[in-house]
């Protein structure tokens, strides 16, 4: 399949030292709304208009790849809880193409950029995806990009869609709701290291309305096709342009996670860059990969625990 298509329509990964999982291994009160198995932050207003004028470009060219906060994580969930529940895909995907191989260079897609965040009184750097929702301003990242596991959440956060070499032509999004599984926030399980972060207006207008939202998908097939889409910001790379990577998805050969692979040489600060699949729809994000496996980079199934996070947080 060729993703030529795929890239027209997103107009316009992967990472493998995105979170380097060596060994196997007291989050917000959720509010009554939320169903159980998720945890969400409001972020109280004057710590939305604080954080829309931290990240100077100073801050963000010494923000830290957030590969580090994986230290130590694991997982507990056996693949029979991770994939349940029907094939669904929300929003319209676009058509499907031929898939290119490893990291290649990109022009910025509006849709798609980094994410800026403190944590524990340190800056750090991630990816992230517009996706379609009905509030009009939903980011697609790694829990691990919004919250520790088994600790508090960031603080701070914002998207820059379109991020190239500093410039930040669509503005900075500050994030009024962070939303991520329990058994992230609760547990640190790295199987479920998938987010989502709502975005307030800026300049009055949506997230959505200014750089659109791709379709998302769960409960899908496994071993698939993905191009991935990141910011690496480890050596080699710089962090400072948007990479891809493309490949057919395998299970993690130690089973420690239920996640799949692909092969990327991606390094930190990708974490959070979309994976789509063909039809153009988001299906998962980078989140790790192994010291001993060389460029194979590692992302969360999507089952019904992401589909659960994504409705919360797609209609709160």
């Given amino acids: 399949m060729k993703f030529t298509s795929?890239?027209?329509?997103l107009t316009?990964?992967?990472?493998?030292?995105?979170?380097m999982l060596a060994v196997p291994a007291a989050a917000n009160a959720a509010p009554p709304s939320?169903?159980?198995g998720i945890d969400q932050r409001a972020v109280p207003a004057a710590e939305a208009a604080a954080a829309a004028g931290y990240w100077t470009p100073e801050r963000m060219r010494a923000a830290i790849p957030a590969d580090t906060l994986l230290a130590g994580k694991s997982a507990s969930t056996p693949a029979s809880e991770v994939a349940a529940g029907a094939p669904v895909t929300y929003g319209k995907p676009a058509p499907s193409g031929d898939i290119v191989p490893m990291a290649t260079a990109e022009n910025p897609v509006p849709n798609i950029g980094k994410v800026f965040f403190t944590l524990n009184g340190r800056n750090y750097?991630?990816?992230g995806n517009s996706v379609s929702a009905s509030n009009a301003g939903l980011v697609a990242t790694a829990a691990h990009c919004v919250h520790s596991g088994k600790g508090k959440y960031a603080t701070n956060w914002v998207f820059v869609p379109?991020?190239?070499?500093?410039?930040?032509?669509?503005g900075q999004w500050t994030a009024t709701k962070l939303t991520a599984p329990?058994?992230?926030?609760?547990?640190g399980d790295i199987t479920y290291d998938?987010?989502?972060a709502k975005v307030g207006l800026l300049n009055g207008r949506t997230l959505s309305a200014t750089v659109g939202g791709t379709a998302i998908a769960f409960n899908q097939a496994r071993g698939l096709g993905y191009e991935a889409f990141g910011y690496p910001a480890a050596a080699p790379f710089t962090g400072q342009t948007l990479q891809s990577c493309a490949g057919t998805a395998s299970p993690d050969p130690y089973g420690q996670t239920q996640s799949q692979g692909i092969p990327c040489d991606m390094t930190g600060g990708s974490s959070g860059g979309p994976w789509f699949l063909g039809s153009g729809a988001q299906n998962s994000v980078n989140s790790f990969g192994y010291n001993n496996i060389p460029n194979v980079m590692f992302g969360p199934y999507y089952g019904s625990v992401a589909q659960a996070t994504y409705t919360t947080a797609a209609t709160s």
């Fill in 6 to 9: 795929l890239r027209a329509a």
């Fill in 12 to 19: 316009g990964a992967a990472l493998v030292a995105c979170g």
């Fill in 34 to 36: 939320v169903p159980p």
């Fill in 125 to 127: 750097v991630c990816s």
């Fill in 162 to 170: 379109a991020y190239q070499n500093g410039a930040a032509p669509y």
């Fill in 182 to 187: 329990t058994q992230w926030t609760k547990g």
């Fill in 194 to 196: 998938t987010a989502f």
